[in-house]
């Protein structure tokens, strides 16, 4: 059963920084990893995805990476914003199942705070 | 930008109970999920539907829960007797499906949060 685990849990740092999220899953199998964003009390908002073919995607200030070998992905977010501060999560499609149907299994989350 | 959309925001019922919860897909998305987060854990897969029928199903997803497309534009998940255990927001996602290419990004729903008393 695939596990989906996100380090650190929490992280705050100051606006301008660069950070970077951990997820690491135990399955490398895995087909694709989605990164998303969960603001309080709302919905998941797709940042990336990166299909099992793909080492990286980017959209503006967010790089995500995929290394299935070690079954690792980062999220790189440059030049933090206060509007930045959510919870992210990442979520691995484990198994192909042929009818195009992809089940995702998330981590937990990060939740990452930017001060001004 | 077209988006999921969920009905209702919040719903409050007692134990016992039937509930429904809605989802309006993104028009051209042909496979419908529903998942759920409980207060302070994952969001965990409950169910996938495609052509009319369920894909895949995960152990949460007992006989209390059934899914279905009543209209051709809603998609529903229904408790039939709600536990107290059923607390959780429930999400609905969707995936873009054109001619013979499946794309795998599933977009979210906001959410229906379900308080079960």
């Known amino acids: 059963k695939q596990e989906v685990t996100q380090i650190p849990a929490a992280l705050s740092v100051p606006e301008g920084e660069n950070l970077v999220l951990n997820c690491s899953f135990t399955d490398s199998a895995i087909y694709n990893l989605q990164w998303f964003r969960q603001d309080p009390g709302k919905g998941l908002t797709s940042l990336l995805l990166i299909q099992s073919s793909q080492r990286e995607q980017t959209s503006g200030r967010l790089n995500a990476s995929l290394d299935k070998s070690s079954g690792r992905s980062t999220l790189y977010i440059a030049a933090s914003q206060p509007g930045d501060s959510a919870t992210y999560l990442c979520a691995g499609e484990t198994a192909y199942s042929g009818a195009g149907s992809y089940q995702l299994t998330f981590g937990k989350g990060t939740k990452l705070s930017v001060i001004p | 930008e077209p988006e999921v959309t969920q009905t209702p925001s919040h719903q409050v019922t007692q134990m016992g109970q039937e509930v429904i919860l809605r989802c309006v897909p993104i028009?051209?998305?042909?496979?419908f999920y529903w998942y759920r987060q409980i207060l302070g854990q994952k969001v965990e897969f409950l169910v996938s539907f495609y052509n009319n029928e369920i894909s895949e199903k995960s152990e949460i997803f007992d006989d209390q829960f059934s899914v279905e497309r009543p209209d051709g534009s809603n998609f529903t998940l229904k408790i039939r007797s709600t536990k107290l255990e059923d607390s959780a927001m429930y999400f609905c996602?969707?995936?873009?499906?054109?001619?013979?290419?499946?794309?795998?990004?599933?977009?979210f729903g906001p959410g229906t949060r379900l308080t079960v008393l």
């Open positions: 996602a969707t995936n873009r499906h054109e001619g013979s290419i499946s794309y795998n990004e599933q977009f």
């Open positions: 028009s051209n998305h042909l496979y």
